[in-house]
């Protein structure tokens, strides 16, 4: 059973998080803890291997709560900074490992280059910085993280395209707004889904409740998971209730084994 995969919901929250600063809703004053959301993450661990998807501004939080002492490699979905902003936290990893594998479109590590360009730096590094390893992924080439294929599969999110990933039986999809047929081919057969889930109305670059649900029968996976939630899709334990029997809300530090 050591080559199961073990998924732990590092953040499940949209990108101001739950609470949202200065907000007066009533999902944001909840005492549910799981109403309370950091930014999206997940954490992809069998064997020794620890990969996270995603590296927002949270990560740090995220990997002293979940006593992540090594990490192999981030592998990003895309370059807003709700999903990339923690990538200077990479920094004790790094003094203890050396380079931090990444994996990313070119369109995403170009712009994390820009913003990270010290991290990024060849010449007259500044001590102290940490340094990573780029491998470019695109959505037409599998490739190989530890022991395992990583299946790439691109969605729109708006104007821009992003990459969801399929690790054996688990695919985790964010920030999806649409998905063409062929794409979605990849992730059929899944035994557990993870797809975004904003909130009921309508928005214009996420799947809303009732989107995702429709996607979820559409994909048929044995159990779905709900993340990239929003305060305006309500409290957890409410939510929970109305969903289908094999469809859960996640919340962070939830952790399953796939």
């Given at each position: 059973?050591?080559?199961?995969?073990?998924?732990?919901?590092?953040?499940?929250?949209?990108?101001?998080?739950?609470?949202?600063?200065?907000?007066?809703?009533?999902?944001?004053?909840?005492?549910d803890p799981r109403d309370k959301r950091l930014r999206v993450s997940a954490l992809v661990s069998w064997k020794d291997y620890n990969y996270?998807?995603?590296?927002?501004?949270?990560?740090?939080?995220?990997?002293?709560?979940?006593?992540?002492i090594t990490l192999d490699g981030i592998l990003f979905t895309h370059e807003h900074s709700d999903h990339t902003a923690g990538l200077d936290?990479?920094?004790?990893?790094?003094?203890?490992?050396?380079?931090?594998?990444?994996?990313?479109?070119?369109?995403?590590?170009?712009?994390?280059?820009?913003?990270?360009?010290?991290?990024?730096?060849?010449?007259?590094?500044?001590?102290?910085?940490?340094?990573?390893?780029?491998?470019?992924?695109?959505?037409?080439n599998p490739f190989t993280v530890g022991s395992v294929k990583v299946i790439p599969i691109e969605a729109s999110h708006n104007r821009i395209?992003?990459?969801?990933?399929?690790?054996?039986?688990?695919?985790?999809?964010?920030?999806?707004?649409?998905?063409?047929?062929?794409?979605?081919?990849?992730?059929?057969?899944?035994?557990?889904?993870?797809?975004?889930?904003?909130?009921?109305?309508?928005?214009?670059?996420?799947?809303?409740?009732?989107?995702?649900?429709?996607?979820?029968?559409?994909?048929?996976?044995?159990?779905?998971?709900?993340?990239?939630?929003?305060?305006?899709?309500?409290?957890?334990?409410?939510?929970?209730?109305?969903?289908?029997?094999?469809?859960?809300?996640?919340?962070?530090?939830?952790?399953?084994?796939?």
């Amino acid at each position: 059973m050591n080559d199961a995969l073990k998924i732990t919901f590092l953040g499940t929250g949209t990108s101001q998080g739950i609470p949202v600063i200065g907000s007066n809703h009533p999902v944001c004053s909840s005492e549910d803890p799981r109403d309370k959301r950091l930014r999206v993450s997940a954490l992809v661990s069998w064997k020794d291997y620890n990969y996270v998807i995603d590296c927002g501004p949270d990560f740090r939080q995220q990997m002293l709560t979940n006593e992540v002492i090594t990490l192999d490699g981030i592998l990003f979905t895309h370059e807003h900074s709700d999903h990339t902003a923690g990538l200077d936290d990479i920094r004790p990893y790094f003094f203890r490992q050396g380079d931090v594998p990444v994996y990313a479109h070119k369109r995403v590590a170009d712009s994390l280059k820009k913003r990270f360009d010290y991290i990024f730096a060849d010449e007259n590094r500044y001590p102290g910085a940490p340094a990573v390893a780029v491998n470019l992924i695109d959505k037409d080439n599998p490739f190989t993280v530890g022991s395992v294929k990583v299946i790439p599969i691109e969605a729109s999110h708006n104007r821009i395209k992003v990459l969801g990933f399929r690790i054996k039986d688990f695919t985790y999809l964010t920030d999806v707004k649409t998905i063409t047929s062929e794409e979605a081919e990849k992730v059929k057969n899944s035994k557990v889904l993870v797809i975004n889930a904003l909130r009921e109305e309508p928005h214009h670059s996420h799947f809303n409740l009732k989107e995702a649900l429709e996607f979820i029968e559409e994909m048929k996976p044995d159990v779905a998971y709900l993340t990239h939630i929003s305060h305006m899709l309500g409290f957890h334990a409410q939510v929970e209730k109305k969903l289908p029997k094999n469809v859960h809300l996640a919340y962070d530090n939830l952790t399953i084994t796939v």
